[in-house]
């Protein structure tokens, strides 16, 4: 299938040709005939599929064919941070580039003054994170009586964040016949409620490839590694040659300055996003990060979602996340567009728990590196010694030789026996 096939515009063709869009991807082929059917789409995609111009396209070819309605608000897409609705409006800027239509972004964290500027002007595309949408609308600020068409991005963000009741009653404020897209990485019984609840009975859906599959160019490295032994063994690590461009996540926010704290002292140069970011701090962060005046940009789940950057060459875990299908998304913003990615992954004894759960979603084993900073109270199997030594001078010499690791030191392909975790 082609673009051209999709039946979409002459002038959102020519942008895709000039964007580099040869053929649609599955996402694509799967959701823009039924979206431009006019029949609502539940899409299970996660980020780094194309899910954007999956409802993007069908949007503005719908908008292209009824230009009367010119500067009235008539696509409302709704996203749970700020960074994902900017990729959002980029995008939409994009891939509308050769037609007039305007589309702005309205997020908290800024001053809501030149929002309402822009909104008093006329806009056709919203793209809103909900908590200051909601408080435009309770304000008189922005008319949402003419939206013909709403998509919920990352609806299971949206839930975690807290965001539902907000998003419910922005839902209110639309007419009931619309055309609703909504995409979701996950599926849990709680978006399925709310399936029902805003789709038509009638809606198609469309997947993309299982959440348990991580993307095949991905190599998934495992080290085992003490809580306080994390920093220094990172250190190593991004002090190799092939380190171009990493991306870590932390648990929480204070983590992630802590360690940024910790990188600059070795004279890492390190950006970091999290919620507590001013909107201009996290723009700058990401600015330096594309560019590659920092080749570390450290950040939490919430804050990384939908960031957009395609050549990403490692992902680390610094931590491991707490619901195994995180570690999915995680890992999928390497190894993008074709290219080749590294995951790495550290994990503390308290963490072995998730681990196995990762394992199980993913079916298959991380590869185990051996490393100058081996995990303790694991007794050694010297048998187990299958997994690759990452090659750090002396002191990983230390765990390639079973000699060396008569103490609670462990190399080995899985650590056996030993305290269980919790
Ligand atoms: P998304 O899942 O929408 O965040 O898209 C992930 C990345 O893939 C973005 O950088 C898009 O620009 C890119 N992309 C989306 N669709 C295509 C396509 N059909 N061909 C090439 N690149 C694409």
């Known amino acids: 299938m082609t673009f ?8 959102l063709l020519r942008a895709l040709d000039e964007l ?3 053929t649609p991807t599955p996402i694509q082929n799967d959701s823009i005939p039924h979206i431009l059917n006019k029949k609502d789409v539940l899409g299970c995609a996660q980020t780094g599929t194309g899910k954007t111009a999956a409802f993007a396209l069908p949007i503005l070819n719908f908008l292209l ?3 009367k309605n010119y500067r009235k608000t008539r696509v409302l897409v709704l996203s749970p941070t700020r960074e994902l609705a900017i990729q959002i409006r980029d995008n939409f800027r994009q891939f509308g580039k050769y037609t007039h239509f305007k589309c702005s972004v309205i997020l908290g964290g800024v001053n809501q003054k030149s929002q309402i500027e822009v909104l008093k002007k006329g806009v056709d595309i919203i793209v809103a994170t909900p908590g200051r949408l909601l408080d435009l609308v309770n304000q008189g600020k922005v008319d949402l009586s003419n939206v013909d068409y709403l998509v919920l991005d990352e609806a299971d963000t949206m839930l975690d ?6 998003v419910r009653k922005i839902v209110n404020h639309l007419k009931k016949e619309r055309q609703t897209m909504l995409f979701s990485a996950t599926m849990p019984d709680a978006i399925i409620n709310l399936v029902k609840e805003f789709l038509k009975s009638d809606h198609v859906t469309v997947k993309t490839s299982a959440i348990s599959s991580a993307a095949p160019k991905i190599n998934q490295e495992l080290y085992y590694v003490d809580k306080n032994n994390k920093v220094n063994l990172l250190i190593d690590i991004l002090k190799k040659d092939d380190i171009k461009s990493t991306l870590v996540f932390t648990r929480t926010k204070h983590g992630a300055n802590k360690l940024s704290d910790n990188l600059s002292r070795s004279g890492i140069k390190t950006e970091v996003i999290h919620g507590n970011k001013s909107q201009n701090a996290r723009v700058l962060a990401l600015k330096n990060f594309k560019s590659g005046a ?3 940009l450290i950040a939490t789940d919430i804050a990384a979602r939908g960031i957009d950057i395609n050549e990403l060459s490692h992902v680390v875990n610094f931590e ?3 619901m195994p299908e995180t570690y999915v998304h995680r890992i999928g913003r390497t190894g993008r567009a074709g ?6 992954s550290f994990c503390d004894i308290d963490e072995k728990k998730g681990l196995s759960e990762i394992e199980r979603l993913i079916k298959q084993q991380l590869e185990v590196i051996n490393h100058a900073y081996p995990m303790q109270n694991f007794t050694l199997s010297p048998k187990k010694q299958t997994g690759r030594s990452f090659n750090r001078n002396t002191a990983s010499k230390k765990t390639s030789n079973p000699k060396n690791n008569n103490h609670k030191g462990y190399v080995g392909s899985r650590p056996r026996g030993g305290r269980r975790s919790k």
């Not at 964040?161 to 907000?166: A, C, L, Q």
């Not at 290219?339 to 790495?344: F, H, K, R, S, Y």
């Open 4 to 11: 051209t096939q999709l039946n979409l515009h002459e002038r």
């Open 20 to 22: 580099g869009y040869e």
């Open 65 to 67: 064919d009824d230009e």
């Open 161 to 166: 964040m807290g965001f539902i009741h907000d």
């Open 294 to 296: 920092s080749k570390v």
């Open 320 to 322: 491991m996340p707490d």
């Open 339 to 344: 290219l080749e990615g590294t995951a790495i």
